[in-house]
């Protein structure tokens, strides 16, 4: 899986920030790219939020994104939020 890692300073990053800059790097290399998954680690929220398992030491969520689809993972901000594009 492609990783890519991007800092955004400024004010806070809001989720919906984050997504939308990260949706916007994952069609510029993909432009029919999916979300299939994502962590948010200021709310500890992630999707799908039925995994609630670790498989190893990965999150769930983040074995279900690269097993279903996931190619491109975009981190923000240092984990901050985390996002697995097909």
């Not at 939308?20 to 432009?31: D, G, L, S, Y």
């Not at 995994?51 to 990965?58: A, D, K, Q, S, T």
Request: charged share 30%; glycine share 8%.
């Amino acid at each position: 899986m492609q990783e890519i890692k991007i800092k955004i300073s400024g004010e806070d990053l809001t989720q919906e920030e984050a997504t939308a800059k990260a949706r916007q790097i994952a069609a510029e290399e993909n432009p029919e790219t999916d979300l299939i998954s994502w962590f948010n680690r200021r709310t500890n929220k992630h999707s799908p939020s039925c995994v609630h398992c670790e498989i190893g030491c990965r999150p769930g969520w983040e074995v279900y994104g690269e097993n279903h689809g996931g190619r491109l993972r975009i981190e923000v901000n240092d984990g901050e939020y985390v996002f697995i594009f097909s």
